[in-house]
T-cell receptor, first 116, second 111 residues
Framework: GAVVSQHPSWVICKSGTSVKIECRSL??????MFWYRQFPKQSLMLMAT?????????EQGVEKDKFLINHASLTLSTLTVTSAHPEDSSFYIC????????????FGSGTRLTVV | KNQVEQSPQSLIILEGKNCTLQ??????????LRWYKQDTGRGPVSLTI?????NTKSNRRYTATLDADTKQSSLHITASQLSDSASYIC??????????FGTGTRLKVLA
C-alpha cells in the first residue's frame, strides 16, 4: 500500500511556457502533500505544503505565483510551473502523508523538468 | 537551528564489502528518524523509520542504529551489491509536518 504516482516522469518545454505536474495517492487519501525540488548533487528542498481544500503553504524564497499548487481532492495535487525558464530545470518530487504519523510519507517517482 | 548532517558525502566500495553511513542531527524536539534510498532520477524509497525508544532496526541488508542521547544515527549496509549504488538520505522529524533532510551520502559500489 501507500503508492504515490507522479506524472509525467520527464518533460521538456520551451522557455516561457507552463508545465503541470500531477501527484496522486493511489490507495490512500492524503490531506497533505508536499512538493520538493532537487538540483543535481544536492538534497531535496521543500518547496511547499499542499493542503486539500485550502491554499498551499510555501517555503521562504519560493514564489507562489510561479509555482501554482492545487490540491482539489484527497488524492490529487498538481504543481504548475508558470512561465518556465531554464533556471527552473530541476527534479521535482512530491510526497503524500497518511493520516497516522508512523506511516511516514511516500514519495512519487519524480519529474525531470528541462526548460530550453 | 534544526540541522541534519550526513557523512561521508560520497563513498566508493567494492561489491561484497560492508559500509556505514553516518547522520548527526540537532533537531529538537525529536519524533522520528528515517533513512531513504534514492536512485538517480527516482524518488526516495523508505528503508527504516526509528522513534525515540528504538536503538536498532533492520531491513534485509540494511541496519539502522539510533542514539538519541548523542543525536546520532548510522546506516550499515552488509555485503554490498551493485544495486546499492544510490544516494542515502537521513530525514529527521520534530513531530510536526516539518521534515529536516540531510544532504545525503552518494554510495557507489564497484564490481
Amino acid at each position: 500500500g501507500a503508492v504515490v504516482s507522479q506524472h509525467p516522469s520527464w518533460v521538456i518545454c520551451k522557455s516561457g511556457t507552463s508545465v503541470k505536474i500531477e501527484c496522486r495517492s493511489l490507495d490512500f487519501q492524503a490531506t497533505t502533500m508536499f512538493w520538493y525540488r532537487q538540483f543535481p548533487k544536492q538534497s531535496l528542498m521543500l518547496m511547499a505544503t499542499s493542503n486539500e481544500g485550502s491554499k498551499a503553504t510555501y517555503e521562504q524564497g519560493v514564489e507562489k505565483d510561479k509555482f501554482l499548487i492545487n490540491h482539489a481532492s484527497l488524492t490529487l495535487s498538481t504543481l504548475t510551473v508558470t512561465s518556465a525558464h531554464p533556471e527552473d530545470s530541476s527534479f521535482y518530487i512530491c510526497s503524500a502523508r497518511r493520516d497516522r504519523e508512523n506511516y511516514g510519507y511516500t514519495f512519487g517517482s519524480g519529474t525531470r523538468l528541462t526548460v530550453v | 537551528k534544526n540541522q541534519v548532517e550526513q557523512s561521508p558525502q560520497s563513498l566508493i566500495i567494492l561489491e561484497g564489502k560492508n559500509c556505514t553511513l553516518q547522520c548527526n542531527y540537532t533537531v529538537s524536539p525529536f519524533s522520528n528518524l528515517r533513512w531513504y534510498k534514492q536512485d538517480t532520477g527516482r524518488g526516495p524509497v523508505s528503508l527504516t523509520i526509528m522513534t525515540f525508544s528504538e536503538n536498532t532496526k533492520s531491513n534485509r541488508r540494511y541496519t539502522a542504529t539510533l542514539d538519541a542521547d548523542t543525536k546520532q544515527s548510522s546506516l550499515h549496509i552488509t555485503a554490498s551489491q551493485l544495486s546499492d549504488s544510490a544516494s542515502y538520505i537521513c530525514v529527521v522529524s520534530p513531530g510536526t509536518y516539518k521534515y529536516i533532510f540531510g544532504t545525503g551520502t552518494r554510495l557507489k559500489v564497484l564490481a
